[in-house]
């Protein structure tokens, strides 16, 4: 397979399984009050079916890298795309919120393996001049997941049932099991590293319990004393795992890249942005349909605007950050952001439909620059044997962040709520408003992160450009 041809598939073999992945986690959002009334219980108590997902995702993740480097690239992500499917279909099989969690949680081991070692595949291929256009040509078709997922979900959850939404992913995922057979490169590591296994046990441990200690905070599920005992003991885990980490040779997240500025801001500075960001899509539908009384459908169809901007945003990206460089548009558009997560605290059942959609462009049109700018930054200056556990590191804390967005908004807006019954629309309404503000005041805060950056930071990714002295 020639360089040129991997060069022309590659990106439609990973933006195929990208798309699944966002296609099937944005049917998800949509459908939490259907899911609610048919399984019985309420739908705060499924954020659980969205973290489960995405902690599983985060504490897989780690392993994909030292995964892709000993058995090839295409083995392992056609692997995650087969468990994929076939986890979707267990998943629309559940009987009761317990066994889809458990299936929601084995969808997520398939996904932990897709992201991280598609994202290398492309990174191999693509010198850093070209990283940039690469990446952002991944991402628009991947976007088409979003802009699909909650208008189809709300269609099928309204006529149908939320069962079939699971069952979208087995086309999908015949036609990605068959790209990645005729287009799909087989990268390995250059020298084999052994597993840390010590290492994963900390480190995906500490993060496991601290995450669902931050999903089940509110309810009353456990007494100060137990919550206060269990949070020390995730905290230690994840100390000891760093104590750990600096004394290994081969340690299975090697925190020494974090020496990279670019590196370091990208992925511990944009950690904190996820937060706000990682929270809108499960509290903007809770918005939608439990405080204005939408009906499924409607609401994924709101969904959409957020979709289409992220989509036109990618078509010029490149240049913006090519005239503007990282630190403006970084510390610029993180602030942009936060005002408009803010803003969604005006949304009220008297709000004209097209100032809803003007906010979902804007959301969609700054986070879309916001990632394109995090992820492809992240790489600038880091050498390509080290590809590979950069990939690993930066997909594990984007899913950690993400996992503990969906948590710390539902624990903001059940906070809140209080004791007032979630049937109660005024309450449901003022409790999301008052989230939207807290979350859009935290993310204006991370902005002062990317001050740490350089003005010709990320000049070799934004103009292929290498930097001759610091």
């Excluded at 944005?26 to 009334?37: D, F």
């Excluded at 070799?460 to 450009?465: D, I, K, P, T």
Aim: aromatic share 10%; with cysteine; charged share 10%.
């Amino acid at each position: 397979m020639s360089s040129d041809t991997i060069k022309r598939y590659l990106p439609w073999v990973v933006a195929t399984a990208l798309f699944m992945e966002q296609l099937d986690s944005t049917i998800v959002n949509t459908a939490i009050p259907a899911m609610a009334v048919s399984l019985h219980v309420t739908p705060l108590s499924l954020k659980a079916v969205v973290t489960s997902y995405i902690l599983s995702l985060a504490v897989c993740i780690p392993v994909s890298g030292w995964m892709a480097d000993r058995f090839g690239t295409r083995r392992v992500f056609g692997t995650a795309i087969a468990l994929f499917t076939v986890s979707s279909v267990l998943c629309g099989l559940a009987l009761n919120a317990p066994m889809l969690v458990a299936t929601r949680i084995l969808q997520g081991i398939g996904a932990a393996m897709m992201m991280p070692v598609g994202r290398l595949a492309i990174i191999r291929t693509f010198p850093k001049g070209e990283l940039l256009n690469a990446m952002n040509f991944v991402i628009i078709p991947a976007l088409i997941g979003p802009l699909l997922g909650p208008t189809i979900g709300g269609l099928i959850v309204n006529w149908l049932s939320w069962r079939e939404i699971f069952f979208i992913n087995v086309p999908v995922g015949l036609i990605a099991l068959y790209l990645i057979y005729h287009h799909m490169p087989d990268y390995r590591g250059e020298t084999p590293r052994p597993l840390d296994v010590i290492g994963l046990v900390l480190f995906g441990s500490g993060t496991a319990l601290l995450s669902w200690l931050l999903e089940i905070f509110g309810e009353h599920s456990l007494d100060p004393t137990s919550f206060g005992v269990l949070l020390t003991l995730s905290f230690s885990l994840l100390a000891a795992y760093f104590l750990h980490a600096r004394e290994l040779t081969y340690p299975l997240l090697r925190i020494t890249l974090f020496r990279i500025r670019t590196f370091r801001v990208s992925v511990a500075g944009g950690f904190i942005t996820r937060l706000g960001v990682g929270s809108l899509p499960f509290l903007l539908p809770l918005l939608y349909q439990l405080g204005l009384g939408l009906p499924a459908w409607q609401s994924g169809l709101l969904m959409m605007p957020t979709a289409l901007a992220a989509m036109g945003m990618k078509l010029i990206s490149s240049r913006v950050l090519r005239h503007f460089g990282y630190r403006k548009v970084l510390i610029v558009n993180t602030l942009m952001i936060g005002v408009t997560i803010g803003l969604y605290a005006l949304v009220v059942a008297a709000t004209p439909l097209f100032a809803i959609v003007l906010l979902g462009l804007a959301l969609g049109f700054f986070n879309s620059l916001q990632f394109s700018s995090m992820n492809s930054m992240a790489y600038a200056d880091v050498d390509t044997p080290d590809s590979s556990m950069a990939s690993t590191i930066s997909s594990t804390f984007q899913q950690i962040s993400m996992s503990f967005g969906l948590a710390f908004g539902s624990l903001i807006t059940a906070w809140y709520l209080g004791d007032l019954p979630q049937t109660d629309r005024l309450a449901v309404t003022g409790a999301l408003h008052h989230a939207f503000l807290t979350l859009g005041a935290l993310t204006i805060v991370s902005s002062l992160s990317f001050w740490a950056l350089r003005p010709r930071d990320g000049e070799s990714v934004s103009r292929g450009e290498l930097r001759t002295g610091e």
